[in-house]
Every structure is written in structure tokens, then in C-alpha cells.
């Protein structure tokens, strides 16, 4: 069981910079796969970024060279510096985390960011 919990979220205006954090219940230095992923209103989830041992980090195309995955092994933490934030951001953020590739995959609860002038 991992149990997984997002926090950062909060309302900026356009062009602002968030950084979101997934604290994990246990270490996460083993654990194969780590993703951020949103969900907008009438729209569904999509892959945000992922980091997954061993393979390249993986950005969504509408992220690609604002948005920056990193784990904090030592804080068991997740995270995800946002920059120049657009309202097409606004979006429920979860975590996931895929303990190996056959592993059920486990979500946080998710957290609001919203971006508005």
C-alpha cells in the first residue's frame, strides 16, 4: 500500500508559478513509476509528467518546458514546479505512483490549482 498526498495547490494569475508536492506514507526510492496527472471540468485525466526509473522523464506536449518533474528521495516526496502558468492549466492535480510495472497503480486525493486574472 502507498498512500499518497498532494498539497501546492492554490489560484494564481497568468504567468505565475506554482510547485506542487506528493508526500508518499513510505520510501519512494524503489518505487518504479511516478507520475503527476490533471483532470479539467468536462475533460479527462492526462498525463501531466512522469518519472519512472531507468526511462526518460515523460512531459505532456501542452507542459513541455514550463512544467518540471523531480522526486526528493530523502523527503519521500513527489513534485512539480509549474512556470508560466496559462488558464488552461486550472485543473484537479493527482499524484499516482506504480510501485513496478505489474503493480496496481495508487492516486492521491488530488489538489486544485486554478489560474485566473
Known amino acids: 500500500q502507498v498512500q499518497l498526498v498532494e498539497s501546492g495547490g492554490d489560484s494564481v494569475q497568468p504567468g505565475g508559478s506554482l510547485r506542487l508536492s506528493c508526500a508518499a506514507s513510505?520510501?519512494?526510492?524503489?518505487?518504479?513509476?511516478m507520475a503527476w496527472y490533471r483532470q479539467a471540468p468536462g475533460k479527462q485525466r492526462e498525463l501531466v509528467a512522469s518519472?519512472?526509473?531507468?526511462?526518460?522523464?515523460i512531459y505532456g506536449d501542452s507542459v513541455k518546458g514550463r512544467f518540471t518533474i523531480y522526486r526528493d528521495n530523502g523527503k519521500n516526496t513527489l513534485h512539480l514546479q509549474m512556470n508560466s502558468l496559462t488558464p488552461e492549466d486550472t485543473a484537479v492535480y493527482y499524484c499516482?505512483?506504480?510501485?513496478?510495472?505489474?503493480?496496481?497503480?495508487?492516486w492521491g486525493q488530488g489538489t486544485q490549482v486554478t489560474v485566473s486574472s
Open positions: 499516482n505512483a506504480k510501485p513496478n510495472l505489474w503493480a496496481t497503480d495508487y
Open positions: 513510505g520510501s519512494i526510492r524503489s518505487i518504479w513509476r
Open positions: 518519472i519512472t526509473n531507468g526511462r526518460p522523464t
